[in-house]
């Protein structure tokens, strides 16, 4: 093992700038404007918690924001994601009205009567709530109180949705998820947003108080978005932005251009809403969602998502040679390179919250506990695999991270073995003198060749030739018939 680890997908990515044109009136629903929607989810709930002033350089990687980063691993990050402008208000107004209102400061009090999307989704007998953190009171109309500031707040510039029904304290947000309206707006406070604190209190604050949603919405048809308002005062204007829930892909980098028309326009899409002002000529977001038609699945013959033990055998031959890092089944904890910056073994999982892992705990440094000194495997139970089936499939998720001192010595394998016969059905390889990040992957394998036998899996991985940082994580195993 080298004295450092360094597990980043380290990838090239050119950015197109381009020039907002900030309008203050309302602007007309031109149909030859409109782009062409895209496939958009119809969720039950949506939560949109916005954060403030930080740039996505100082967000991706950062071991000050290891929450956010663990959010681009369950779901999608939008590495072309901008504001529209600076300072912070018109951009929530630009979020929650399709226009920046003619407005170019922060000064407050502001009020409208134009469209806006609280009241599109009452008008359409959906439902609409806001949550901001330190408001004094429901339907508060002050500018400031504590660490609340109205210029955060859009929904408080327009009379029929700031009243008490619908701009409320974030201590009111409901435990019992399912009793969220079907969109929700999460604004912290100053410090907690980021604006007057630091990312790492943020960041804190957002695992705290939103990550119990992000698990409870993959599995109940509502997403998460999370985003900024604007960077740091740069021309650039690039925020980090992620899409976590169900029907979104996990782990997935979008090199889609999108600001917050354009999340509005989705947000519109998704109900049936026409889209307000600059909405009209945006696009809806395209590269998040996994929605195509799933193939039949068949009858589920195996099934391990690792939240209980159904008999995992570590080492079952006696012959395992890794003197750290050996396979466990366990809530992983999230390592990252202290080096680079970056997340190696990822600290959430595809479903509930335990999975297998090449050591489980982060260690006391980011080199301590990842796999070292060769093969480390584990085996399941037998498996009787029915006859007769037009096909076997196993599908399963896995995470291989890896650092630049890498290299196909390294590798990741799963194996089917029948009596005493082991065979290599997947193969992953280390990719010499590149880092690879942690990130949940699927695979899936045709197993009709072992159709009518009883078998077992076999899972191993190595860190083999010279020295290297090696991670591997597999969750949700499952094989089907057909």
């Known amino acids: ?39 958009v989810p119809v969720y039950d709930h949506v939560v949109v918690v916005i954060f403030e002033n930080t740039n996505y350089s100082t967000i991706k990687g950062s071991t000050n924001a290891p929450y956010l980063n663990s959010l681009a691993a369950q779901g999608t990050l939008f590495t072309n994601s901008f504001g529209v402008t600076h300072p912070s208000q018109p951009n929530y107004l630009a979020l929650f009205s399709g226009t920046q209102q003619g407005v170019t400061s922060d000064s407050c009090p502001k009020n409208f009567t134009t469209g806006n999307l609280g009241q599109q989704l009452l008008d359409k007998s959906k439902t609409f709530a806001a949550y901001s953190e330190d408001l004094p009171s429901a339907g508060y109309t002050g500018c400031s109180s504590g660490d609340y500031v109205r210029k955060h707040a859009p929904w408080a510039d327009f009379p029929t949705v700031g009243g008490a029904a619908y701009h409320l304290p974030f201590s009111g947000f409901p435990s019992d998820y399912s009793k969220l309206p079907t ?20 960041d804190t604050w957002l695992k705290n108080n939103l990550d119990a949603y992000a698990q409870w919405a993959k599995t109940h048809n509502s997403l998460l978005i999370q985003t900024f308002d604007e960077d740091n005062f740069t021309s650039v204007n690039q ?35 026409p889209a307000l002002g600059n909405a009209a000529s945006a696009s809806p977001v ?3 969602w996994d929605t195509g038609t799933p193939p039949d699945p068949g009858t589920t013959v195996y099934a391990d998502d690792f939240e209980t033990d159904p008999g995992w055998m570590v080492n079952p031959s006696g012959t395992d040679t890794a003197t750290a890092g050996r396979w466990e089944r366990g809530d992983p904890q999230q390592t990252v390179s202290t080096a ?25 440094s980011y080199g301590a ?27 399963l998720k896995y995470s291989l991270a890896h650092g630049d001192n890498s290299g196909p010595d390294d590798y990741f394998r799963v194996k089917v073995v029948d009596g005493s016969t082991a065979t290599t059905v997947l193969e992953k390889k280390g990719v010499a003198s590149t880092s690879v990040a942690g990130s949940w992957q699927s695979a899936s394998v045709n197993l009709a060749a072992y159709a009518g036998k009883s078998v077992r899996l076999l899972i191993e991985t190595a860190d083999a030739g010279t020295g290297s940082l090696l991670e591997t994580q597999v969750d949700d195993v499952r094989i089907t018939s057909n």
């Open 239 to 273: 925020i980090y932005t992620t899409f976590v829930g169900a029907h979104v892909k996990a782990g997935h980098q979008s090199s889609e251009q999108i600001n917050h028309y354009g999340i509005l326009r989705t947000l519109e899409d998704m109900y049936g809403l």
């Open 1 to 39: 093992m080298r004295p450092y680890r360094i597990a980043a997908l380290i990838f090239a990515t050119t950015l197109t700038l381009f020039a907002t044109v900030a309008s203050g009136a309302q602007t007309a629903q031109r149909p030859d404007l409109r782009p062409a929607a895209a496939t």
């Open 183 to 202: 969109v929700s707006f999460v604004v912290p406070d100053m410090c907690n947003d980021m604006h007057d604190c630091s990312t790492k209190t943020g």
């Open 340 to 364: 680079s910056n970056l997340v190696t073994q990822l600290g959430t999982t595809p479903s509930g919250t335990q999975a297998l892992t090449t050591g489980l705990a982060a260690g006391s």
């Open 286 to 288: 395209a590269d998040a």
């Open 369 to 395: 506990n990842d796999v070292d000194g060769g093969v480390t495997s584990v085996r399941s139970g037998v498996i009787a695999l029915p006859a007769g089936s037009s096909s076997l499939t196993l599908n």
